[in-house]
């Protein structure tokens, strides 16, 4: 199966700052088929990203995925207090779909 | 707007079975695969599979054949999800999510569930 690791395991920075969150998949990622979302305590997760680079609807444009082939990244723009979470990456190119194992965006 | 609602809390004793509800409203029910994805306390989400309910067919990770059933009743548009033969390690939140790409393999998950804990402990 495709392995995505995700990095840093741990983001600290403060609001306004920008994050920049990778992804890395073992193989090459089907067509692109990357997706991110963002998980909050108590929560369920909720779609940010798929197919690498298109917000799901109703997700701010302060939120930014690109990448192809092997290499992702999904960047915040500018952090508000609300995007400090849990950020998790999927692909679904390749059978079977996987998740990364997360990152965490935490308030310095 | 497109809901899922699942049922409520359970907790098992080992070697028990559960099964976990999902109420969908919003969209046509037969027109998505309904996944299930659970989560462990702390840990990272993990796929269990899928059901097609306009016609019962499912797909099982690996890990999950042979101890895992999931069904659907168009007629009250409500998926199900059966996981036999309990141990502690299935402690976990367990989630329905709808693919958002239909009835495709694999597929992102736009929709969720609010989910529901599953605890096993004698």
């Known amino acids: 199966e495709n392995v995505l690791t995700q990095s840093p395991g741990t983001l600290s920075l403060s609001p306004g700052e920008r994050a920049t969150l990778s992804c890395r998949a073992s193989?090459?990622?089907?067509?692109?088929?990357l997706a991110w979302y963002q998980q909050k305590p108590g929560q369920a997760p909720r779609l940010l990203i798929h197919g690498a680079s298109s917000r799901a609807t109703g997700i701010p444009d302060r939120f930014s995925g690109s990448g192809s082939g092997t290499d992702f990244t999904l960047t915040i723009s500018r952090l508000e207090p609300e995007d400090f979470a849990v950020y998790y990456c999927?692909?679904?190119?390749?059978?079977?779909?996987?998740f990364g194992q997360g990152t965490k965006v935490e308030i310095k | 707007q497109v809901q899922l609602v699942q049922s409520g809390a359970e907790v098992k004793k080992p070697g028990a079975s559960v099964k976990v509800s999902c109420k969908a409203s919003g969209y046509t029910f037969t027109g998505f695969y309904m996944h299930w994805v659970r989560q462990a306390p702390g840990q990272g989400l993990e796929w269990m599979g899928w059901?097609?309910?306009?016609?019962?067919?499912?797909n099982y990770a690996q890990k999950f054949q042979g101890w895992v059933t999931m069904t659907s009743d168009t007629s009250i548009t409500t998926a199900y999800m059966e996981l036999n033969r309990l141990t502690s390690d299935d402690t976990a939140m367990y989630y329905c999510?709808?693919?958002?790409?239909?009835?495709?393999?694999?597929?992102?998950?736009?929709?969720w569930g609010q989910g529901t804990l599953v605890t096993v402990s004698s």
């Open positions: 999510a709808t693919g958002g790409r239909g009835s495709s393999w694999p597929d992102y998950f736009d929709y």
């Open positions: 999927q692909q679904y190119g390749n059978s079977p779909q996987t």
């Open positions: 059901v097609n309910p306009n016609n019962g067919g499912t």
């Open positions: 193989q090459s990622v089907s067509s692109s088929y």
